[in-house]
């Protein structure tokens, strides 16, 4: 029997896995346990949840997470590498936040960690 005539379609199959592999959205293995399980919470939340993006950044010789919030007046808040909220460096009625943040946070070196899609559903963020 000729298999030629099934050859393009086995080639065809495995560049179709090969890109759903690629599409399957992921967090992360890098990120501490307690920020995936908050990203897989955001995951599951509607569209107004609690955070929309969250941004990695030093801070205080090590890495924190800061919490974009979904609105205006909401604090932006800023998470150290265990968990624990520090401070909101910005958001709230007058944009600078809660001034609890010392040092502030150098947000020109953060990298996004995770961001809400528009349409409800969130995906790791694109560096």
Avoid: K
């Avoid at 179709?16 to 890098?30: F, H, K, N, R």
């Avoid at 950044?57 to 090590?62: F, T």
């Avoid at 919490?67 to 150290?80: E, G, I, R, T």
């Amino acid at each position: 029997m000729n298999l030629g005539f099934f050859a393009p379609l086995g080639v065809g199959l495995c560049l179709a896995g090969s890109l759903t592999a690629c599409a399957q959205p992921a967090v992360s293995p890098a990120l501490p346990d307690w920020l995936s399980q908050r990203i897989a919470v955001f995951e599951r939340a509607p569209a107004d949840a609690e955070a929309v993006e969250i941004l990695a950044l030093p801070h205080a010789g090590g890495t924190a997470y800061l919490f974009m919030a979904p609105c205006c007046d909401q604090f932006n808040v800023l998470y150290d590498a265990q968990g624990r909220r520090l401070c909101a460096p910005s958001g709230g009625l007058t944009g600078r936040g809660d001034g609890r943040c010392e040092p502030p946070p150098v947000l020109s070196s953060a990298r996004p960690v995770w961001r809400q899609r528009a349409t409800g559903a969130s995906a790791p963020a694109q560096p």
